[in-house]
């Protein structure tokens, strides 16, 4: 079973539209939990942690449900520039490896 | 953010030959640094983690004798793949954790290195 399980969409949207990924992870035990942002043929960057209340970055929410062990990323108002793949990041304890999804693809439409 | 660099950015090399890859923290000391490997449309794969002044540690399957680590300073790990075939270009790509206190712990991307072998 995969660490970390995304739906690689692609996900097509209109600009202005909301969209929202979600991510499961599979060990109860991880303690710290990242998006990262993937453009094509380039290196990820970090996108935003992922705290346990939730948190915004903009247009960008992050939420975290522990029971169920998903997160999810919402980006409200979705711009053209966001047209990328969102990696969702799993990592068991604070100096651990990090277990990365196959990326979620978000392309933005004028 | 912090910046990692990485050189060379492509290389396209016969099969058989080696390449080296170097990954290198510009702006902080890394005392870990990793080593992934992103075939296309797949999700990175961490291929070793590099420790300043150890051994590195291999991920199962990852053969150790042929793709070499070596981090001798704090701010420079090299990846070498040894006798390089077909099967090997991939996208290769480095992080360097940079920790703040005991509470933040992020990875800090190169930008990859594209490996093409003919």
């Known amino acids: 079973r995969k660490e970390v399980e995304q739906d690689p969409g692609p996900f097509n949207v209109p600009e202005g539209a909301t969209v929202a990924f979600n991510c499961t992870y599979s060990?109860?035990?991880?303690?710290?939990f990242f998006w990262y942002r993937q453009d094509c043929r380039k290196e990820p960057k970090l996108l935003m942690s992922?705290?346990?209340s939730g948190n915004e970055d903009g247009r960008f929410t992050a939420q975290l449900n522990r029971a169920s062990q998903y997160i999810s990323l919402l980006i409200r108002d979705s711009k053209l520039s966001d047209s990328a793949t969102y990696l969702c990041?799993?990592?068991?304890?604070?100096?651990?490896?990090?277990?990365f999804g196959t990326g979620t693809s978000l392309t933005v439409i004028p | 953010g912090a910046v990692v660099s990485q050189h060379p950015s492509r290389v396209i090399c016969k099969s058989g030959t080696s390449v080296k890859i170097e990954c290198r923290s510009l702006?902080?000391?890394?005392?870990?640094m990793f080593w992934y490997r992103q075939f296309p449309k797949q999700s990175l794969m961490l291929m070793a983690t590099?420790?300043?002044?150890?051994?590195?540690?291999?991920e199962q399957g990852v053969e150790k004798d042929k793709f070499l680590i070596n981090h001798a300073s704090l701010t420079l790990s090299t990846l070498t793949v040894t006798s390089a075939h077909p099967e090997d270009s991939s996208f290769y790509i480095c992080?360097?954790?940079?920790?703040?206190?005991?509470?933040?712990?992020?990875?800090?991307f190169g930008p990859g290195t594209r490996l093409t072998v003919l």
């Open positions: 992080s360097a954790r940079d920790r703040v206190g005991e509470s933040t712990d992020t990875q800090y």
């Open positions: 060990n109860s035990a991880s303690q710290s």
């Open positions: 992922v705290y346990s």
């Open positions: 990041v799993v990592q068991l304890n604070t100096g651990n490896q990090f277990y």
């Open positions: 702006d902080f000391q890394a005392t870990t």
């Open positions: 590099s420790n300043e002044g150890s051994k590195a540690t291999y």
